[in-house]
């Protein structure tokens, strides 16, 4: 096959066609840019789910004296309610593990949290002390999902003020990203078949330009690969260029939105890298090409009449 | 070389067929005119004889092909084997004469050492050297009907089919593409031409089938335009 000659094909095709090409590769860019980031929400999803998902907590808060908001809490929690509660938790079966977070930790913790000083936990007008502090039992799970048989086994034992699931306050995480992801993949959806319409017009338009020369081809005994390859390879040629600039844009988005920015600012939660970022990389690699040889192979057997 | 077995051609719709029933037989190195009124069916015979059209019915047998049981993929191989000339030159405007013939090498998969050796000596034979580097538009219309038939020739067919070649030339010129299309037939060549052009039938004293509403109603060794009474 005479190389000259289909790389002279391609040029010309590019140039004849050069609006229609712009748009196709602009939408490419835009939706591919879109999909990659559905991928990429949906591996911070996993990976949420395997850091923090895997380690689901259970705290198990003990009774404190003059606790309005937990009336069955009237004093202290005693040496015998503790216990029971440490032997129900390490008889059950869902517990993988359990540790005592003591007074004095959970309230470095409220101190961490900003929900007060250190000044005000400090002299004889403190507005917390160690005291008041819940102490804290604080359970690892076998299996993340399953923590009703706990839950339920612990919280009406006497001394216990109140439970409160890791999950309820990693859920709306949860809900962002999937909100964001099928957001993205939703738009992404649209926007591919807009690039799709897209080549069906560039095939139209550039099989009418090219009818005359097309019909000699076919008259004088070209095969169909080689009437169909200037078509086949200006498909490729406008994934490539869409597939290039929607990398180009992830990468960004990793780089200054993900590791300098997110993972930089957040330690509570992991964020994705740059081994996902190749990863969706492949994902839109195979998928630019798929979304413009497909069309431009069926609509070809449509346009060119073979 | 090229057999018609009862073929008739049907198209979508009411009304007669295109073709009917039609037998015909052409040896190799026949030359055949073709003849008859419009729509009497000589374009449908020779997009048969190019696959571009199946029979209805009947069978249709080119270069030992029956062409209704030729698969798609061996169609571009059968159309290497026939030469197609049409009445408007069908060339590409924006390239030279010589581009113009090597077009048939090049997207028929030929090198370009071929391409080289091949386009000149096609050139020569249609009188055109000269004019290698000229556009069509730099032409005259008998040039333009030499460079078209160089393009079908290039390829060496062993058919060469020609859809009223001379409708759009003079008769001084017309007459010259016949004496070329001669010596191309002199080669071996089989030529199966359509025409409407009487005084060059009467002139070329070839063989002559007549069509009329898709039937044949003539076929003569060496016969004129109309009947001879």
Known sequence: MQLRHVSTNLRQGLRRNMSMHAAVILTLFVSLTLAGIGVMLNRQASLTTDVIGNELKVSVYLCVPDDPDHPQCTTEVTAAQEAAIVDTIENNPEVASWEEISKEEGLDNFIKLGLVTQAQTEGPDALLTADYVPKELRITLKNPNQYQGVASAVQDLDGVRNIVLAKDLVGNVFTIINVIKYSAWGAAAVLLLAAVMLVANTIRLTALARRKEIEIMRLVGASRIFIVLPFLLEAVFNAFVGVLLAAGALAALTKFGIIDTLDASYDALPFIGWSDYLYTLVVIGVAGPLLTVIPTLLLTRKYLRF | ?229
């Not at chain 2, 029933?21 to 030359?31: A, P």
């Not at chain 2, 048939?104 to 050297?129: D, N, Y």
């Not at chain 2, 556009?135 to 290039?154: C, K, N, T």
Request: hydrophobic letters at 40%; charged letters at 25%.
């Open chain 2, 1 to 229: 070389m090229i057999r018609f077995e009862k073929a008739t051609v049907s198209y979508p719709g009411p009304g007669k067929p295109a073709l009917n029933q039609v037998s015909i037989d052409v040896e190799k190195g026949e030359f055949v005119f073709l003849v008859g009124t419009s729509g009497s069916g000589k374009s449908t015979a020779l997009r048969l004889v190019l696959r571009e059209l199946r029979p209805t019915s009947g069978r249709v047998y080119v270069a030992g092909k029956e062409i209704n049981r030729l698969a798609t993929w061996k169609v571009p191989r059968l159309r290497r084997q026939i030469g197609t000339v049409f009445q408007d030159f069908r060339l590409l405007p924006g390239k030279t004469v010589a581009e113009n013939v090597a077009f048939a090498l090049q997207v028929t998969g030929h090198s370009s050492r071929e391409i080289k050796a091949t386009v000149p000596q096609t050139l020569e034979l249609v009188g055109l050297s000269d004019k290698a580097g000229r556009l069509p538009d730099e032409l005259s219309g008998g040039e333009q009907q030499r460079v078209a038939i160089a393009r079908a020739m290039v390829n060496e067919p062993m058919i060469l089919i020609a859809d009223e070649p001379t409708g759009n030339l003079d008769p001084t010129t017309s007459v010259d593409i016949m004496k070329l299309l001669d010596r191309i037939n002199a080669t071996g060549t089989t030529v199966l031409m359509a025409t409407h052009d009487n005084g060059i039938v009467d002139q070329m004293r070839k063989r002559v089938v007549e069509l009329d509403h898709g039937v044949v109603v003539r076929d003569e060794a060496t016969g004129v335009y109309g009947f001879q009474h």
